[in-house]
């Protein structure tokens, strides 16, 4: 659901009133607890609460035991609209107990932050029991909610965690508490399903376990070392892009990892971009040196090498080009965002007559792409410019263009896309692939996006067929993104389980015992002298001394496709026994017969 209809569904109210029940309840069981703020997020609630004692994980089952009970019972939840001199009664009124001087602080701090002329108001829940003792639970809140607490039925609280008050270090920390809430209780099964199943395919548990890459404090923060594994996948990955844009046309380029800081001015980064800049580099000859954020800067240097005829565009060149950011430590996580990461990169020059289909045939490389990855399900965002925001360059006739033709490329290929107001870059708009993992969450992957003004700031030009100077567009573009964050993506697609193509190690060759381990690297050294899709065959020989039963379950557990066991009677007759990933013991086969299965 997007973001604005998710806030006006009756879900989102849902899942606020059940923040409000979880407030109620906390409010009943532990007297003295101070309520701070409970919104509904993106996939729950939560409330930040000031508890007298600390709680624990266990304490959540009882509020959400109480919860339930609360939720069963006669209660309304009014919407009551005051002044603010009313407004301050009712949160000092001590007779009411969510309200009162001794717990209501951060209500009334919450109250002064609410501007002059706003409506202030109140969600009130009131019942009386059956020994006729009235109860009443009030929260100051914009809402809305829904009518009834009886409305709120498959709820489950998730997890603590602290925060601080209004986000600032310097204050007081809380409590908070998160909870989630559905419609009906298959909503609720369903994401608690999809969540145990997320962290079985957590790419960060799996890069760990399959050996694909690791980090180390010596390294430092952020900056990933890929293992042999890991690396693997990072070629075959590479291969397949570089192959299907050599398809196209495109052209590779190589470029250094630092640059002198004076291209970065030319190219306007080190305004926009400084923040994310390592510290810069003074050698003797007092030239400032920067790790290279971006490679833009560095393709439109050899395009601008010679005099570009329009003929001689489109050029599209493409380099796996790592860059470097300086994301804060506490915003670094894992590989999807390190301090150092490699684009699959590319740069087109084209003339203005060549934007739309060349827009289209990079749309067409990505769609391409994903589904030999096996990416079905993608939606597209365009991302414009935000009028009132001051953070963009360029003059507004070329973002007008350059929209339009993003716009008139998604219809000519019968692409629907979205429009999110504010996404562009801050030097043209862009479309990025929004793509739907084998759990249905959605990963922002790959970015194309127009930019006429780079090629204004470098003054890049093409003589045209009149003979004149003329200005090209430039299009930058990711399919991927990253690799670490395709790799990423693709290690929680398949749980680790990558397809054979794709799979770091394709065949383990297990010996039974030690008289079968030269035929084992005999059979691994012609498999390895075979080419599958351009590469020879990924097979590793596992002669550790152990049972066969180990191998076959730790083989199992690296999620290798193909094990293929050694023992006397296969070297007699020729054949390997083979045990699938996906269906177990297929038997005895010769290679020939094997490597036929693999069409
Ligand atoms: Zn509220
Ligand atoms: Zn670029």
Redesign the pocket.
Known sequence: MLKEAYEQSYLYRLR?SA??LMAQAVTELYPGAKLSI?PPIENGFYYDIDFPQPIREEDLEKIEKRMKELSQLDQKINRIEVSRDEAETLILDKSIPSMGTDVAEYKLELLDAIPEGETISF?DQQRTDREGKYHRFL?L?RGPHVDATKEIKHFKLMSLAGAYWRGDVRNKQLTRIYGTAFESKEGLEHYLHVLEEAKKRDHRILGRELHLYMFSPRVGTGLPLWLPKGAVLREVLTDTMKAEQLKRGYEPVVTPHIANIKLYEKSGHILTFREKMFPFMEDEEKETHILKPMNCPFHIEIYQSQMRSYRDLPIRYAEFGTVYRYEQSGEVAGILRARGFTQDDAHLFVRPDQLQDEFIGVVDLMKTVLEKLGLHEYRARLGTKDPASDKYVGHDDNWIASTQAIENACQAMGMDYEISVGDAAFYGPKLDLMIKDALGREWQMGTVQVDYNLPERFELEYIGEDSKPHRPIMIHRAPFGSLERMIGLLTEQYAGAFPFWLSPVQFAILPIADRHNEAAFSLAADLRSRLFDTRPFRVTVDDRRETLGKKIRENQMQKVPYMLILGDRDIESGTVGVRSREDGDLGAMTVAELLDRLG
């Open positions: 606020h923040a409000h409970g969600y929260d809140c």
